[in-house]
Each structure stands twice: as C-alpha cells, then as structure tokens.
C-alpha cells in the first residue's frame, strides 16, 4: 500500500516540527517527536529534562499527555486526512495510570490504528458520530511500563450546512 500524504508528512522530522511549532507550539517545546507514524501504529517520544521535569524529579505528568495524545491522535488525523465528508475530531475524556517514574526518554506507542480506520469508514459512510477509546502506553528505555493513557474521541461527519 503506498504511504499517504498525511504519512509522508508526519514522517518528514523538518516538516512535522514547523507543523508543531505552528499548531502545537507546546509539544514543540517540550520536545515531543514522533518516531514512527504507521496505518497501524504511532510511537511518539519525549525527553526527561529540565522544561519536562516535576518537583519530584521525574517527568510532569502533563508532558506524558502530550506525547501519549499526539500517539492516538495522529492514528486519528492519518484516518480522517482529506476524508469526504469531512469528520469532526474531539477529545472527551482522558484516563491515566502512572506506574513508575518517568524519566529519560519516554516513548508512547498506540497501536489502535487498524480499529480507528474501521471506526472512521463507518462514520463516513453516513453512520452516526461514535466514541472510541485508543490507548497509548509509555515505556521508559529499559523498556518498563511507566505509564498507560486512555482517550475517549468523539468521531463525528460534518454535515454541509447552508
């Protein structure tokens, strides 16, 4: 299958960071990447530092979000990039379970993007708006889980009004 255009953009290092800095300037300066961006799966990485660091000398939690969201959330853009019609994509609920520390580098993997694909053919076949929950799992470098997030998106098409 070739790649998509929206994959040969995330997939392009220079181009993503001037996309983040333009639409995500935080995510730009707490230095989240993307390593991987699939039809399958996103990994996205972030750095334990002094911009990205707690009182507790671990990674704010806040920071693991981001990268744990943009891992679900480009599975979402990649499904919806120029669909007709158009969908509608939200964030309505947000759930995390911290296991362990995060510090060094943190890597967040969601591999829903098979189910997200089904959720959005479904939608644009004039199926009603639909919940989904995708789930990202943090990994430290040891390859420890330090941290599971789950986002409830709200999928909807948008219907041309005149």
Known sequence: MP???????VNNSFLFRVYLLKSLPMAFIAGVRVKELSNEKAITTIKFRWLTQN?????????Q?????MSTGLLVMNAVYKSSPAISMLIIQ?????LKKAVGKITFTCADGNHINEIINYVKQGGEGLTTDMMAVGRDEAGEI???FTFTWSLKAKLNSF
């Not at 009182?55 to 920071?63: L, R, T, V, W």
């Not at 947000?94 to 911290?98: E, G, I, P, R, V």
């Open 3 to 9: 790649k998509s255009t929206f994959l040969k953009l």
């Open 55 to 63: 009182p507790f000398q671990s990674m704010y939690f806040a920071c």
């Open 65 to 69: 979000a981001m990268a744990a969201e």
């Open 94 to 98: 947000n759930k995390a379970s911290f």
């Open 146 to 148: 330090v941290a599971e």
